[in-house]
């Protein structure tokens, strides 16, 4: 093959090392009752291995029980794992737990917060725990950061719901960690709080913060992540760039009206699915890379259908989810 001399070009800059890396990670945690009574334990983590890009939004997608907080409550140092490996920012969990530990903030899904604090105190209290000294402390730019700097010096307690968890965000903020991980950062907050939240999260990436989030809104981690992992039951079952992510959703569904009672669905080997929607009505999904709806609907007028009403729609990330998650057998 006729290609450039490599010499001729500049070598590509190396590309940065990867943020957190997790290799083989298990987590059972220990059996509930004894002897024969004893359940083994459950298995939360059963072998998780994947990299978090630097510099990217990154979704943990998995459904309650998957062991995303498992995951993230052993970066965090608060889980022990059972076996495998991790580094957050190069730094090993086990032999070098305070720089790894340094390197993470982590906003917790509870709010917790002595209710006799003022934010500016929170975050003074916090850079002490974590040794700040005084001169680099940035409590009150961090608040202007969370939008709360008319609150710096209220007591905690009379913060709404909110304003609590933006105050958490920059609480995880104090020690400057390079990635903050984010535990179901959304859940139960009103559509306008989750599209503040979401302006917060990207402003810190944008400021070159590397960001975790869990979550089981899909169209959250759709909108906000430039990758998306996908766990369940402990296993990684995806790990892709959202665009391909989405692109997974290769089945695209379209609904026929008919104009008579339909007596059995219509079959083609393309047909994915096909489903009885309603007396006259079909729904069909098919593999969009192989045939498309014109196709669909001439072989459903083979059958001597006439076509009332028809409409598409995408499988969207929901879609996708939903089929890597289902279990074949339950
Ligand atoms: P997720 O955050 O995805 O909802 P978790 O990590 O909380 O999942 O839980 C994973 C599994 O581990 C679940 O089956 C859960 O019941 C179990 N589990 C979580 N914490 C403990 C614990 N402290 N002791 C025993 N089992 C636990």
Not at 257 to 282: C, N
Request: hydrophobic share 40%; net charge negative; aromatic share 6%.
């Amino acid at each position: 093959m006729d290609s450039p001399s490599p010499a001729a070009l500049p070598a590509p800059p190396p590309a940065p090392p990867p943020a957190i890396v997790i290799r083989d990670l298990v987590k059972r945690y220990a059996p509930t009752g004894k002897g024969a009574k004893s359940d083994g334990g459950k298995l939360a983590l059963d072998g998780v291995t994947f990299d978090v890009p630097q510099g990217q939004i990154f979704g943990l997608l998995g459904p309650n029980g998957a062991g995303k907080s498992t995951l993230i409550n052993i970066l965090a140092g608060l889980v022990m794992k059972t076996s495998g490996s991790a580094e957050i920012w190069g730094f090993d969990i086990d032999r070098d737990r305070r720089n790894a530990s340094a390197s993470i903030g982590i906003v917790p899904q509870e709010i917790v917060f002595d209710p006799f604090f003022t934010p500016f105190e929170v975050l003074e209290n916090q850079a002490g725990l974590y040794g700040v000294p005084k001169a680099l402390r940035r409590s009150a730019a961090l608040l202007r950061e969370v939008h709360l700097s008319d609150k710096a010096n209220a007591y905690a307690r009379t913060l709404s719901g909110g304003m609590k968890r933006r105050l958490l965000i920059a609480k995880a903020m104090v020690q400057s960690p390079p990635v903050l991980i984010l535990d179901e950062p959304t859940a139960g907050v009103d559509v306008e709080l989750r599209r503040l939240l979401w302006e917060l999260v990207g402003e810190l990436n944008a400021e070159g913060v590397t960001v975790v989030l869990t979550t089981h809104y899909l169209e959250e981690a759709e909108q906000l992540c430039d990758r998306i992992a996908i766990i369940n039951h402990g296993k990684l079952i995806a790990n892709k760039p959202t665009r391909e992510m989405v692109e997974m959703a290769r089945e695209k569904i379209v609904v026929l009206s008919l104009d008579r009672d339909i007596a059995e669905a219509p079959a083609h080997p393309a047909f994915l699915k096909t489903r009885l929607s309603g007396e006259r009505q079909v729904e069909i999904t098919y593999d969009k890379d192989r045939m498309n709806a014109g196709e669909v609907m001439a072989v459903v007028q083979g059958l001597g259908y006439a076509i009332q009403d028809v409409s598409t729609r995408e499988a969207d990330l929901e879609d996708v989810f939903v089929s890597l998650t289902s279990d074949p057998h339950g």
